[in-house]
């Protein structure tokens, strides 16, 4: 297969808090939570992403080991890592979504935990794999703050309470589960396979990427596929920003950020 990535920063003055390994034999893209309030943790979320997905990298290339159960064992790992000094009960201890796919004995598995999209183009149709339970949390404190302007005192307190109202919510049941510092919520990813030799192409998108179709509406699927194959996925990312761009207050497109980290992985086959 023909595999190619690109990943970009929302701000070129911050880290980059996705992170993502792509070849023919495995895909591991993750996106890392932002952090509005304390975390416990004194490295960061985008260490904690890099180290997560270097772990989960190196579980997963075992065909022998199940996703959920490498996605375990890197969340224990990395949490051996730091449990000291940092306070891993801390709520806002850092975390990651994190999508997965490898082909194994004639099929393509994956596993999806958070908001990472999974994009599969088989003979069958496009399917699309996501995990939207962040977004049915927090709802009010939402929509209070998709009311202000980008930027505003009223949009940061905001955005402060409705991380506040999601971290009440996380890996939790009757919430949304996310890789952090408990290897068990692993055991609540989406995860399914397809007949390796029904798919045409996949992509693999943060949401800082998805934003095409998944907030601004603006494309589809097929679209943002075609993008992909015909243009690459800098050009992609290129056009969510210029989308971005023309909505500054993100206030026509209502976001917690102007601009999100941007990750899209692209597969296709050759022949």
């Not at 932002?34 to 992403?49: D, K, L, M, P």
């Not at 599969?120 to 149709?125: E, H, K, P, R, S």
């Not at 993008?227 to 209502?254: F, M, N, Q």
Request: aromatic share 4%; proline share 4%; hydrophobic share 45%.
């Amino acid at each position: 297969m023909r595999v190619c990535a690109a990943s970009e920063a929302g701000d070129p003055t911050v880290p980059n808090e996705d992170w993502a390994l792509a070849g023919e034999n495995l895909i591991v893209v993750l996106d890392g939570a932002t952090a509005r309030t304390g975390t416990g943790c004194e490295h960061g979320v985008t260490w904690y992403a890099a180290k997560l997905g270097s772990a989960l990298a190196g579980l997963a290339v075992d065909r022998d080991t199940h996703l959920v159960d490498a996605l375990a064992q890197g969340i224990r790992a990395v949490a051996d890592q730091h449990r000291h000094p940092c306070d891993l009960d801390h709520p806002g201890t850092p975390s990651a979504a994190t999508a997965v796919l490898r082909p194994r004995d004639g099929s393509l598995e994956f596993l999806v935990l958070g908001d990472v999209t999974v994009v599969i183009d088989t003979a069958d149709g496009i399917r699309v794999v996501t995990d939207d339970r962040v977004d049915r949390t927090a709802r009010a404190e939402r929509e209070e703050a998709d009311r202000h302007p980008f930027g505003s005192a009223a949009k940061r307190a905001a955005l402060l309470r409705m991380k506040h109202a999601e971290l009440a919510a996380r890996n939790r049941p009757g919430g949304y589960w996310v890789a952090a510092a408990d290897p068990d919520a692993a055991s609540h990813a989406i995860t399914g396979e397809v007949p390796l030799d029904s798919v045409r192409r996949l992509a693999v998108l943060t949401d800082g990427a998805a934003r095409l179709v998944a907030l601004f509406g603006l494309l589809d699927w097929a679209d943002v596929l075609d993008i992909l194959d015909k243009e690459g996925p800098v050009a992609l990312i290129h056009r969510v920003r210029v989308v971005e761009a023309a909505d500054p207050a993100c206030l026509r497109w209502t976001r917690n950020k102007s601009s999100d980290d941007a990750t899209a992985v692209y597969a296709a086959r050759t022949g």
